[in-house]
């Protein structure tokens, strides 16, 4: 293993990357971030996020030896099956010959808020099939729901999630990192609050104001939103929580979005993988917004333009994690 700033040879991967890339978040995409400067006298510790280029089970697996030290017990491995037929979700034949290597693990997911193939337990595992899921898929809140404490939240104080997260020691969160409608960018922290919040009620109090439309709370409110149902997640399982960003088929849409999701514009980049939610998040922004402005253009708007950002900046502000990291290639 060597650190990615004495080994940056994998970055050839992403074609010309541009190190000194406009508008990135992050002074140095190869080692830390600076949005929320250390003190001069305590500097921030740097979360480690680790690196490969192989987008593959082996790939996923490797990650996984370097990250996994805490997880024991029954693990929930996290994922997003996907609309019907969506073309960008990462696939079953890379995920199940993964999460099969994870001892007494299972898949798990919670069913959406929104009208489509998988409102209800009945149309959702329907979907499972059409998407070739042939795993076990856990619907978290197929038996109801529960609500867990958020703590240091100013816009929540608990959260309702699917009620058989209780029946877990641990979570590995395995995300398809792209673009989101709402989010801007679906990372880890999306996958983690909005995916395991029900689909009736804690996904409704982080979209809908009272009095207000179904997707009425946009913007910052909707970013800070999410990190505390996200904080809702991470509290419970402390140490025992572990995520893996897969950068492959990143349309600017969420997988939501199915087959009318827009083709992705920039090229396949890696897997990431830390114990911070915010600074593997922070990581793959950085490895985006380092491409050529070509690559990078359709992503980084929408991110922008719907202050996706936030989640990192409010994520550091209330402890979630950490925007200060180190990047390690494992390659």
Same mark, same amino acid.
């Given at each position: 293993m060597k650190k990615l700033a004495k080994k940056i040879a994998f970055i050839m991967v992403l074609g010309s990357f541009a190190l000194t890339a406009c508008a990135a978040p992050s002074n140095n995409v190869t080692t830390t971030t600076t949005a929320a400067p250390a003190s001069a006298t305590t500097p921030a &510790?740097?979360?480690?996020?680790?690196?490969?280029?192989?987008? @593959?089970?082996?790939?996923?697996? /490797?990650?996984?030896?370097?990250?996994?030290?805490?997880?024991?017990? /029954?693990?929930?491995? /996290?994922?997003?099956?996907?609309?019907p037929k969506g073309p960008n979700i990462?696939?079953?034949?890379?995920?199940?010959?993964?999460?099969?290597?994870?001892?007494?693990?299972?898949?798990?997911?919670?069913?959406?808020?929104?009208?489509?193939?998988?409102?209800?337990?009945? &149309?959702?595992?329907?979907?499972?099939?059409?998407?070739?899921?042939?795993?076990?898929?856990?619907?978290?809140?197929?038996?109801?729901?529960?609500?867990?404490?958020?703590?240091?939240?100013?816009?929540?104080?608990?959260?309702?999630?699917?009620?058989?997260?209780?029946?877990?020691? @641990?979570?590995?969160?395995?995300?398809?990192?792209?673009?989101?409608?709402?989010?801007?960018?679906?990372?880890?922290? /999306?996958?983690?609050?909005?995916?395991?919040?029900?689909?009736?009620?804690?996904? &409704?109090?982080?979209?809908?104001?009272p009095n207000g439309g179904q997707w009425s709370i946009t913007g910052a409110a909707f970013m800070e939103n999410m990190v505390e149902a996200a904080k809702a997640v991470t509290d419970h399982f402390g140490n025992k929580i572990v995520y893996m960003n897969v950068m492959r088929n990143m349309s600017v849409d969420c997988d939501c979005a199915g087959v009318s999701a827009a083709p992705p514009t920039a090229p396949n980049i890696g897997i990431l993988a830390s114990t911070d939610i915010v600074a593997i998040d922070q990581a793959s922004v950085d490895l985006i917004m380092a491409l050529p402005e070509a690559q990078r253009h359709d992503l980084k708007e929408r991110m922008e333009s719907r202050q996706g950002l936030r989640q990192l900046s409010y994520g550091n502000e209330i402890g979630l994690g950490t925007t200060e990291y180190e990047l390690v290639s494992i390659d």
């Amino acid at each position: 293993m060597k650190k990615l700033a004495k080994k940056i040879a994998f970055i050839m991967v992403l074609g010309s990357f541009a190190l000194t890339a406009c508008a990135a978040p992050s002074n140095n995409v190869t080692t830390t971030t600076t949005a929320a400067p250390a003190s001069a006298t305590t500097p921030a &510790k740097k979360a480690v996020v680790y690196f490969t280029k192989d987008i @593959s089970a082996a790939g996923l697996e /490797k990650l996984y030896q370097k990250i996994n030290s805490n997880i024991d017990g /029954k693990v929930a491995v /996290k994922i997003h099956t996907g609309e019907p037929k969506g073309p960008n979700i990462n696939p079953p034949s890379m995920v199940q010959p993964f999460q099969a290597t994870i001892p007494n693990s299972t898949l798990v997911e919670t069913n959406t808020y929104y009208g489509g193939g998988r409102d209800t337990t009945a &149309k959702h595992i329907e979907t499972l099939k059409i998407n070739g899921w042939t795993a076990p898929v856990d619907i978290l809140d197929a038996d109801g729901t529960v609500m867990l404490p958020i703590k240091g939240g100013k816009h929540f104080k608990e959260m309702s999630v699917g009620k058989n997260i209780l029946n877990y020691n @641990s979570a590995v969160i395995l995300t398809h990192f792209k673009g989101h409608t709402m989010g801007g960018l679906g990372g880890s922290i /999306k996958n983690v609050s909005i995916g395991f919040a029900d689909g009736q009620i804690g996904k &409704k109090m982080q979209h809908t104001a009272p009095n207000g439309g179904q997707w009425s709370i946009t913007g910052a409110a909707f970013m800070e939103n999410m990190v505390e149902a996200a904080k809702a997640v991470t509290d419970h399982f402390g140490n025992k929580i572990v995520y893996m960003n897969v950068m492959r088929n990143m349309s600017v849409d969420c997988d939501c979005a199915g087959v009318s999701a827009a083709p992705p514009t920039a090229p396949n980049i890696g897997i990431l993988a830390s114990t911070d939610i915010v600074a593997i998040d922070q990581a793959s922004v950085d490895l985006i917004m380092a491409l050529p402005e070509a690559q990078r253009h359709d992503l980084k708007e929408r991110m922008e333009s719907r202050q996706g950002l936030r989640q990192l900046s409010y994520g550091n502000e209330i402890g979630l994690g950490t925007t200060e990291y180190e990047l390690v290639s494992i390659d």
